[in-house]
C-alpha cells in the first residue's frame, strides 16, 4: 500500500513514519501541489488542513487545493482523509463537496490511527 501525506507537523510525520514503517511506500510533502503530482500507484492521501492555507484561520487556501484535487485526473479518484485543525483553531469557514472527503480525522494524528487508516482501502 502506497500513502501520501501533506503536513508541516513533524508530530505528524513521525506517527505516520512509525506507523508505515518499511512495510508501506509513504511520501510526506510540506504543500499539497507537488503532492498531487505524485498520487500515481497511491491508495490513500493525508492532509493536514492547515498545510493548505495560505492565511491562517482563511479557508481559501483549502478550497483551492479542493479544486485542484477534483480537477485532477490522477490525484482526484484517490482517497482523502482530512486532518482537522485542533478544536481551539479559529477558522472563517468550513465548506465540503458531496463525495470529497473519504474521511476526516481529529487531532492528535497518532501512529494507531495510521495503522487503522490503513485498513481502510
Known amino acids: 500500500m502506497n500513502f501520501v501525506l501533506v503536513t508541516k507537523d513533524q508530530a505528524i510525520i ?7 514503517g518499511t512495510h508501506y511506500g509513504l511520501k510526506v510533502f510540506e504543500t499539497w501541489a507537488p503532492a498531487l503530482e ?6 490513500l492521501m493525508f492532509v493536514d488542513i492547515l498545510a493548505t492555507l495560505t492565511e491562517a484561520g482563511r479557508i481559501e487556501g483549502y478550497e483551492a487545493f479542493a479544486a485542484a484535487k477534483m480537477a485532477h485526473e490522477t490525484a482526484g479518484p484517490v482517497p482523502l482523509v482530512v ?4 478544536s481551539d483553531y479559529e477558522m472563517d469557514a468550513m465548506v465540503g463537496w458531496p463525495g ?13 490511527l495510521f495503522r487503522q487508516a490503513s485498513g481502510w482501502v
Open 14 to 20: 513521525d506517527a505516520a513514519k512509525n506507523a508505515y
Open 100 to 112: 470529497f472527503i473519504f474521511a476526516m480525522v481529529r487531532r492528535p494524528v497518532t501512529e494507531k
Open 83 to 86: 486532518i482537522a485543525a485542533p
Open 38 to 43: 505524485n498520487l500515481q500507484g497511491v491508495d
